[in-house]
């Protein structure tokens, strides 16, 4: 009687070991705290508690855990309720300058047995290395370069320096990608820098009309210029075929005098007869 209890009551305990893995995720076969298999979306039996369990995760074993303000939106909707942004949103720039920073690290467990076994609460480990390896390349740039050129160099920083660290935890997690969800000013601080972004494009634009009416005026003084010198041009060139038409028409002259120098001779020899004449 006692045996037969004994045999029902493990064959009941034993039937609890069996789990159906929903499609879509992965179960994570435990005994006695160690990872022993996985199991595929079906059904599978594992050694039931308190020696076993079993844990379900995602298929494909990827997680994305958001860092800070790591949802989108308008510059005039606040944070939280308070209108302040959390504490782990704020990180301050090379400047001085603080922003509201969002982010989304993308990571996936590489290695079940190391990942279930070396960290206590992997996610919040992931979450505190990738924000901690963020405050670190903000803090080396300035604000605008953040919001523009080094914006898409960040994520570069942080990925190598998060999964460093975790492979030194031995951690069994890859991190696949960190993603700059939003940049922006606090709140408090959006409308003084509002004016100063109105201000700089006031002054960009002035600097641009300036630098059209220079250009304009260049053009102007160009034209003028040319103008002179084509004026120039054009009269040196009149002036030297005037010069060449007198040239022809003393060398023709020249010309005709030594081909009748002898009636020039013939003439001033009668005007020297004639004077003698006259003074008798």
Do not use: C
Not at 41 to 47: S, Y
Not at 245 to 252: A, G, I, L, P
């Amino acid at each position: 009687m006692i045996l037969a209890l004994m045999v029902g009551s493990l064959f009941y305990w034993l039937s609890g070991g069996f789990f159906q893995v929903p499609p879509g995720q992965v179960g994570i076969k435990w005994v006695l705290g160690t990872v022993v298999g996985t199991s595929e979306a079906g059904q599978d039996f594992n050694i039931p508690v308190p020696f076993g369990k079993v844990t379900l995760l995602p298929e494909k074993l990827q997680f994305a855990t958001p860092i800070g303000d790591s949802v989108a939106r308008t510059s005039d909707e606040p944070a939280n309720d308070t209108g302040t942004p959390e504490v782990e949103s704020l990180y301050f720039t090379r400047d001085e300058n603080m922003a509201v920073v969002g982010a989304v690290v993308f990571w996936r467990i590489a290695d079940t047995t190391a990942y279930f076994q070396g960290l206590e609460d992997p996610e919040n480990t992931v979450s505190s290395l990738t924000e901690a390896a963020l405050r670190q390349a903000i803090a080396s740039v300035d604000f605008l370069d953040l919001m523009y050129r080094e914006r898409g160099r960040i994520p570069d920083k942080v990925q190598p320096a998060v999964q460093s660290t975790l492979i030194g935890l031995n951690a069994g997690i890859e991190i696949l990608a960190v993603q700059l969800q939003n940049i922006d000013y606090p709140p408090d601080a959006q409308k003084s820098m509002q004016n100063v972004a109105n201000a700089r494009q006031e002054f960009e634009r002035g600097l641009n009309e300036l630098n059209q009416k220079k250009f304009e005026h260049l053009e102007q003084t160009k034209n003028k210029a040319r103008q002179i010198v084509e004026t120039a041009q054009k009269n040196a060139d009149e002036r030297l075929q005037k010069a060449k038409r007198d040239v022809h028409v003393m060398s023709s002259l020249y010309a005709e005098y030594q081909a009748s120098s002898d009636v020039v001779e013939r003439a001033g020899y009668l005007a020297a007869i004639r004077e003698i004449m006259e003074t008798r």
